[in-house]
């Protein structure tokens, strides 16, 4: 890895919607659906569906921040998913899908916290918001069936209904920060 090169671990619902929209972005030099901050030994999709395990659904993001700031990559965070939902995100409910933001350097830690007192006093959201900032611990890749699942499932009922609208969004608010 160079210099300008970090990772960041961020859940906001569903990884297959969250991964659908970072592949996008310029400076994102890869994307990776997983589980994180849980307590089981190995975790597993159908381990994380209980709800037991305390795994979070995540992506692992490594970007360029010659590219693209933490701060960048965290304002699109808070524009794709509701970080006021505890443990939910639309339709799926659990705390597998809880708002959570999995830092691995102490500036990531101070930006994310930097980023949520300003949305806060910003008055953006109606509610508080319930988004966890933590270290990243525990983490696993999730199954090579859900890697890069929007873009090889578009048509697929869940991908049409609720990744493609927080695709289109993205595009919409964050157009300069596309790749090309």
Known sequence: MTDTLQTIVLGGGCFWCTE??????????????GYSNGHAPEPSYELVCTGTSGYNEVVK??????????REILEIFFVIHDPTSLNRQGADTGTQYRSGIYFTTPE???VAKEVMDEMAASGVYSRALVTEVMPLSKYAAAEDYHQDY????????????????KVAKFRKTFSRLQKT
């Open 61 to 70: 993001l490594f970007y360029d921040t010659a590219q693209i700031s933490t």
């Open 108 to 110: 990531q830690e101070t």
């Open 20 to 33: 659908a929209v970072y592949v996008l972005v310029r400076g994102v030099v890869d994307v990776e659906s």
């Open 150 to 165: 929007f873009a090889r499932n578009p048509n697929q009922g869940y991908c049409m209904a609720v990744a493609a609208p």
